[in-house]
């Protein structure tokens, strides 16, 4: 069964350093979307790509996030300069069309703890 | 803005109960609501999708119900066991797709 995959799984760092997480869609999928979920609490929505374009971005903290899809397929998330604050859980997810109602299929996440 | 609630928290049980979680939204404009577990640490596995016009999904043990206009959902776990512990997460789905989750209910079921 296709999955998303994501790596590393989990990622510790220094506050101030720079950190970037990989996600690898479900082949074939138009829609990749990245949340954000710290412990304890349900995710949150980060980015939508919709190919290579950014549909939603509006809860990326842009100062210091970034991603990008380049070519429509897989997808890095970056951020510059870590902060205590970013600790969390990065989730990926897909979805074929990124039409209404749509399932989207997780990945298994990428752990990140800023000491 | 939609805001997504669910009530417990947090459950425990003893193995063998049928048990209900809630989750409760703000914003009845939804296009579908969807329900996920997520073992500690790990990502999230669909369980159930009921779109709009539905009002339940069963699959399984596992039994899903969907109000718009009360602004309710309800997941349902009958027999619980051992191996359903973790934690229930429910998001409705706007018509952008986007969606919105609620904290969660860890549930845990002892043997």
């Known amino acids: 069964e296709a999955e998303v995959a994501q790596s590393p799984r989990y990622k510790i760092t220094e506050k101030s350093q720079a950190v970037a997480f990989w996600c690898d869609p479900i082949?074939?999928?138009?829609?990749l979307y990245w949340y954000r979920q710290i412990l304890g609490q349900g995710p949150e929505l980060l980015v939508q790509?919709?190919?290579?374009?950014?549909?939603?971005d509006s809860q990326l903290p842009k100062d210091r996030f970034s991603a990008e899809r380049l070519k429509g397929v897989d997808s890095t998330l970056k951020i510059q300069p870590a902060e205590l604050g970013d600790s969390a859980m990065y989730l990926c997810?897909?979805?074929?069309?990124?039409?209404?109602?749509?399932?989207?299929?997780f990945g298994p996440g990428t752990r990140l703890l800023v000491l | 803005k939609q805001e997504v609630t669910q009530i417990p928290a947090a459950l425990s049980v003893p193995e063998g109960e049928n048990l209900v979680l809630n989750c409760s939204f703000t914003?009845?404009?939804?296009?579908?609501l969807q329900w996920f577990r997520q073992d500690p640490g790990k990502g999230l596995t669909s369980l159930l999708l009921?779109?709009?016009?539905?009002r339940e999904q069963t699959s399984g043990r596992l039994n899903a119900s969907l109000d718009k206009s009360s602004g309710r959902s309800t997941l349902y776990i009958a027999a619980s066991q051992p191996g359903d512990s973790a934690t229930y997460l429910c998001?409705?789905?706007?018509?952008?797709?986007?969606?919105?989750f609620g904290g969660g209910t860890r549930l845990m079921v002892k043997p």
């Open positions: 997810a897909s979805s074929p069309l990124g039409q209404g109602g749509e399932t989207q299929y």
């Open positions: 082949s074939g999928h138009a829609t």
């Open positions: 790509f919709q190919d290579e374009s950014v549909v939603d």
């Open positions: 914003d009845s404009a939804i296009y579908n």
């Open positions: 009921i779109q709009s016009s539905q």
């Open positions: 998001a409705v789905i706007p018509a952008g797709n986007m969606l919105t």
